[in-house]
């Protein structure tokens, strides 16, 4: 079955550390990796995508992935935390149809002064 | 911001009740769905639209239907509300030609008492 897993379900972090935020998939094909930003009482917010090139990219608010291949994995990082960058990350996979997003579970990040 | 707008933000109301949330986007996308999320949790897709008079279910069974008359809106209609649609409803569109990514709108927090 195509899936996307966020490992952890929280992580914590004190602000100015660097963060992580964990995201491994299975779908067919060459995959094309999304990283979305939720903050309370709003709706997704789009931070990067991977479709193909470069195996890190780069997105808003200072956020990078690094696509790889033989892991499977496409984790979300940041090299130094701020308090404001605490909210529900989720990453997705647009699966071969091209037509249906998968959404992983969502991580909860804490950055603490 | 992503110019897509969903009304009302919040809304309780009876057993039996038809509603209908409504979702509209300025940003000239083929590509509209709903996604069924309760708070904090991973999102499901109920419906989905290429286009036009194009509408598909999603993964998550649902007992609502939607409508795709114009390309700009994309309203979800509840016939009868039970308590068991209490949840948040997002409304997410993309371009799907040249970009993938998903732009969703602030949502609708649904309580059915």
């Known amino acids: 079955a195509q899936s996307v897993a966020q490992p952890e379900d929280q992580v914590n972090v004190a602000e100015g550390n660097p963060l992580t935020v964990k995201c491994t998939y299975s779908?067919?094909?060459?995959?094309?990796l999304f990283w979305y930003v939720q903050y309370p009482n709003r709706g997704l917010q789009f931070l990067l995508k991977?479709?193909?090139?470069?195996?890190l990219v780069k997105g808003s608010y200072g956020f990078e992935a690094e696509f790889n291949k033989s892991q499977t994995s496409f984790h979300l990082k940041k090299p130094s935390a701020l308090v404001s960058d605490s909210a529900l990350y989720f990453c997705?996979?647009?699966?071969?149809?091209?037509?249906?997003?998968?959404f992983g579970a969502g991580t909860r990040l804490t950055v603490k002064p | 911001e992503a110019d897509i707008y969903q009304t009302p933000r919040y809304l309780v109301i009876g057993t039996g009740k038809k509603i209908t949330l409504e979702c509209s986007q300025t940003?000239?996308?083929?590509?509209m769905y709903w996604y069924q999320q309760d708070p904090g949790m991973e999102l499901h897709l109920i419906h989905y639209?290429?286009?036009?008079?194009?509408?598909e279910k999603g993964d998550l069974s649902s007992e609502s239907t939607v409508s795709r008359i114009r390309t700009e809106h994309f309203p979800l209609t509840l016939e009868s509300a039970r308590p068991s649609h209490t949840s948040q409803y997002l409304c997410?569109?993309?371009?799907?030609?040249?970009?993938?990514?998903?732009?969703f709108g602030p949502g609708t927090r649904l309580t059915v008492t």
């Open positions: 997705a996979a647009l699966l071969y149809n091209n037509n249906d997003m998968r």
């Open positions: 997410a569109s993309s371009e799907g030609r040249l970009a993938y990514e998903q732009y």
């Open positions: 940003m000239g996308h083929d590509k």
């Open positions: 991977y479709i193909t090139g470069d195996n």
């Open positions: 779908v067919s094909g060459n995959p094309y």
């Open positions: 639209s290429y286009g036009v008079n194009s509408t």
